[in-house]
């Protein structure tokens, strides 16, 4: 069987070496994300296509990330806490990490306030968001990261954000779209960028929930 599998390895590396790939007519590629803008309104194509090309997948995306956080919760829900969790306790890794905290939250609300005018968005926002959380949660109590987490009721802010960005994904689809305003500007795009902050608030709150979870139950990360 091995000798199938390097005859094939030889013939594909044969086909790319003999047989290379035609040039790919780059007007047309220009042309399509010039449609994409400008039916967008806003200059970062790839925004363009999540939050109105393809809004449809977008919308089941961010519900698939909501029940994998339940899921996390259901499973791990009849586990016991862990005795020891791990951190950080040298006092350069502390203060590196929050540095690194401080730096990955506000590189979080720049994508996500100006993702649909540069290459950013929602998603890597929220991802940036979850990292600070992460180093914030692998220099600090436990405890006070849980008390944090109740006190600003975050577990109730995550799920209102996923039902607001259902709502207004709901209107975008049925044609119910804001003014696009002028391309380039901070408040263009129509639905656009308020579903990037949405996007970003639940990724990075069902980060901090899931960073929780694993503390609890599994002593790091």
Known sequence: MKWIYIAAGVALFLKLILFPHPAMDTTAELSIVETVVQDSGVPNAVSGIIFRNRLYDTIFEVVVFTLAIMGVRYLLADEQ??????????????????LGATIAALISIELAIRGHLSPGGGFAAGVAGGTAIGLVAITSSAQWMEAIYQRWRAATLEKVSVLIFIVLAGLSLVGLQLPHGELGNLVSGGWIPVLNILVAVKVALGSWAAILIFIRYRGLL
């Open 81 to 98: 806490p862990s005795c020891t969790v791990y951190q950080f306790t040298d006092h350069p890794s502390i203060v590196l990490a929050r």
